[in-house]
Every structure is written in C-alpha cells, then in structure tokens.
C-alpha cells in the first residue's frame, strides 16, 4: 500500500518505526544511530524561552541526541524555527544555573 507523507498520521507512524527511521538517518546524513525510543508531539517539561513548542517526532538513544528536522516546504521562518528548536534541545538539558555541562554527545 502507498501513501503520501503529506498525511500528519501517515508521516508519524513511518517515522516513529525503528528502522525507518534510523535508515532515513543514515541515508540522508551518514550517521549510525541507535534509537532508544522515538516521540511524537514531545515538548519538554518546562517550556523555554517564551515559545510553547512541539517537535513532531523526537528520537534519543543513550549517548546522543540527534534532531532531525523535515521540511517539505520552504518557508521563510524554516531556519528561526530550527534554530530555537535546536537550542532548546541543549538548554533543556542544562538543569541549572551551578551545572551548566551537556551530558548529551553531539555530532560535529
């Protein structure tokens, strides 16, 4: 069975698969990922900055945190967008003002 990824149902349930997505990853970027566990609509605990913000699919293994942005559309916010996004994701890991280390490895 086909399906367009245009569908918001169909798109998370493909990308929320393992294998699919940590094939996607290699495909387009090169990198070996192992997933721990993938989310959808995942917002952190306590919101960042003044933005109220989801990532549609958000996936995390042990030792990495890789954000993967898509984009079918170009708009003219896409990277202000993934900027905050991004940031976010580092700034959520820094618990407070006396441990301002990233435990997460990133990827250069």
Avoid: P, W
């Avoid at 245009?6 to 997505?21: G, N």
């Avoid at 306590?46 to 170009?74: N, P, T």
């Amino acid at each position: 069975m086909l399906s367009s990824l245009d569908s918001e149902v169909v798109f998370k349930k493909a990308f929320t698969d393992k294998f699919v997505f940590t094939r996607f990853v290699k495909d387009i970027t090169g990198i070996d990922i192992e997933v721990d566990k993938i989310e959808t609509e995942k917002k952190f605990d306590k919101e960042i900055g003044y933005i109220d913000f989801k990532f549609d699919i958000f996936a995390e293994s042990l030792d990495k945190r890789i954000i993967v942005e898509i984009q079918k559309v170009e708009y003219d916010h896409n990277f202000d967008r993934f900027l905050h996004y991004f940031l976010s994701s580092i700034i959520e890991q820094q618990k407070s003002s006396k441990k301002y280390k990233i435990k997460k490895k990133y990827i250069q």
